[in-house]
């Protein structure tokens, strides 16, 4: 926030009492958080401010020092060879549009811009299953984030388009005859032409015998809400790939964010500044890496810890009391008696691998798995909970560690400033291009980007929750029994392909239905 408050040693002095007077009159008209119930938009600065030391000191100390071996550099950065199975986002059934359309699909999406992102696939599946034209979808503004982005905004709607032409019929927007159909017309009153009800992971009988008449009657049909409302099992294969064929290869970021995220991905791995982007100070130099096995690769951490994940969670992340407090009031506030505290201790939630792991542990995860402090890492995240003092030991892990604003200037972020789904969309294009990623906790993101990179066979590394937070609850664990815990049980978790169980999603799962043999 900028402001310093100064204490001095002059309380015998009137004039100086006088002032600290008149400063805690002014407090709560300047800092209003301080004596304001707790609002989802300005948390509690007292609990912000307090931020906790270390929890895992001997850990990090043994970190801090740690040496890895070229040979182990070499086997963490060489890529995942090739797996049994490569993507096939193509339907075995040649494409074809139906001769004539039975009307008109508008869907409003909710949600942030991964989940945005599935409920566009969704839709291009069920207009495909209905036989209908697709309205592009409206991307609603989302409470917590505030971003008013269309979906022109974010994706090629043109490359959107085409690259569907031969499985759907798109439009960009509704002829004047149905211009009516908007958000406000839904919003006022029930409307014939409004699908409220559509249940969560629906079948596509279910549209056939819903929305479909409503299609044939008036010729359109808007269905809100839709977020995760088709099922994952039971669909025809070319339906299943179609969705494959919209999340891997029709959704393509807009230009401007693609331009920034390659002038990201080149800083990242040309930190020299050769890369020709621009001045070179929004890089950290890092002279003696140059001969390293990690030299020009770079890692992406997705940081999920912001204070809606911390509240919701219901853990203790070591600010003691008054934390817990903010906490509690900020879960009752935020999701009005929904989601209540948790009736299991701290420890038992650890242990069930319930609770985010703090920049702190993810930094002795990485370090653990045999990344050295020349690794560069890209910090993928939204407002981080605590602020920069809450990731002050990862950074301290982690010398080399950047995001936006320390690669590129105001100028560049300019047309993303302040807009969350871009934000979050420059953050995906980063992470596709990455050499390793890296998710802290379960999340959209964290979904969209597991299954898009092992569609692409790419190295991605899945934190064992339940494994780590036992790991951390042993206060009296060396470091190298953490790390030889570390590595053993994560060999298995770095991008080799999981098949996908009934009722999981495609989008995580690719396989089997988006892949076939190699």
């Known amino acids: 926030m900028g402001l310093k408050l100064h204490y001095h040693n002059h309380y015998h002095s009137p004039r100086g009492g006088a002032l600290g007077a008149l400063l805690l009159l002014l407090l709560p008209i300047f800092l209003p958080s301080l004596f304001s ?14 931020v906790p030391k270390s929890r ?8 801090v020092q740690r040496q890895t071996s070229e040979r182990e550099l070499s086997d963490l950065w060489t890529p995942l060879a090739n797996q049994s199975l490569k993507p096939c986002a193509e339907s075995s059934i040649a494409p074809s549009l139906p001769e004539k359309s039975e009307g008109f699909i508008q869907l409003f999406l909710d949600g942030g811009l991964n989940q945005q992102r599935m409920g566009i696939c969704d839709a291009v599946a069920v207009a495909k299953i209905l036989n209908a034209t697709l309205v592009i979808p409206y991307l609603e503004v989302n409470p917590v984030w505030r971003d008013s982005s269309s979906f022109m905004d974010i994706f090629d709607v ?5 690259a569907l032409k031969d499985d759907i019929s798109i439009v960009k927007e509704l002829p004047s005859d149905f211009s009516w159909s908007t958000r406000e017309y839904y919003a006022t009153a029930i409307r014939a032409t409004r699908v409220k009800t559509a249940p969560v992971h629906a079948s596509a009988n279910w549209y ?41 290869q029709a959704l393509v970021f807009v230009p401007h964010i693609r331009a920034l995220g390659d002038a990201l991905i080149s800083r990242l791995r ?47 992340f070591g600010g003691g009391k008054a934390e817990k407090l903010a906490l509690a009031k900020y879960r009752q506030v935020i999701w009005q008696g929904r989601v209540l505290n948790s009736q299991f201790t701290d420890e ?34 939204h407002k981080v909970y605590g602020g920069e003092a809450r990731i002050s030991n990862l950074r301290r892990l982690f010398p080399l560690m950047e995001d936006k604003k320390s690669l590129a200037s105001s100028e560049e972020r300019a047309q993303i400033k302040g807009k969350a789904s871009l934000l979050a969309a420059v953050d995906y294009y980063v992470s596709m291009h990455s050499d390793i990623f890296v998710s802290a906790s379960p999340g959209n993101m964290h979904n969209a980007l597991v299954g898009h990179r092992t569609y692409e066979n790419l190295k991605t590394i899945r934190p064992s929750m339940s494994l780590l937070g036992q790991l951390f609850l042993n206060k009296s664990i060396s470091w190298s ?7 053993e049980g994560h060999q298995n978790r770095q991008g080799q392909i ?14 089997p239905d988006c892949m076939c043999q190699a």
């Open 37 to 50: 119930p707790l609002g989802h938009a300005s948390p509690s600065m007292l609990s912000e401010w307090n």
């Open 56 to 63: 895992h000191q001997r850990l990090l100390k043994s970190a």
């Open 158 to 162: 043109d490359h959107f388009i085409n």
């Open 208 to 248: 056939l015998e819903n929305v479909l008449p409503v299609v044939q009657s008036y010729g359109i049909a808007a269905i809100a809400p839709f977020s995760h409302r088709l099922t994952f099992d039971n669909l025809p294969m070319d339906i299943q790939r179609l969705r494959c064929k919209v999340n891997f």
């Open 270 to 316: 040309n930190p020299s500044g050769k890369s020709g982007a621009v001045a070179t100070n929004y890089l950290q130099e890092m002279p003696d890496v140059k001969d390293k096995q990690g030299a020009g690769k770079f890692v992406v951490l997705h940081l999920r810890f912001d204070k809606d994940m911390a509240a919701h969670s219901a853990c203790d």
């Open 348 to 381: 038992e939630l650890r242990s069930q691998g319930r609770c985010p792991l703090t920049p702190e542990e993810i930094g002795l995860l990485l370090a653990a798995l045999g990344f050295d402090n020349s690794t560069r890492l890209y910090l993928a995240s």
């Open 481 to 487: 029994d953490f790390q030889q815990s570390v590595v």
């Open 498 to 511: 999981r098949l996908r169980k009934p009722k999981q999603s495609i989008y995580t799962y690719p396989a």
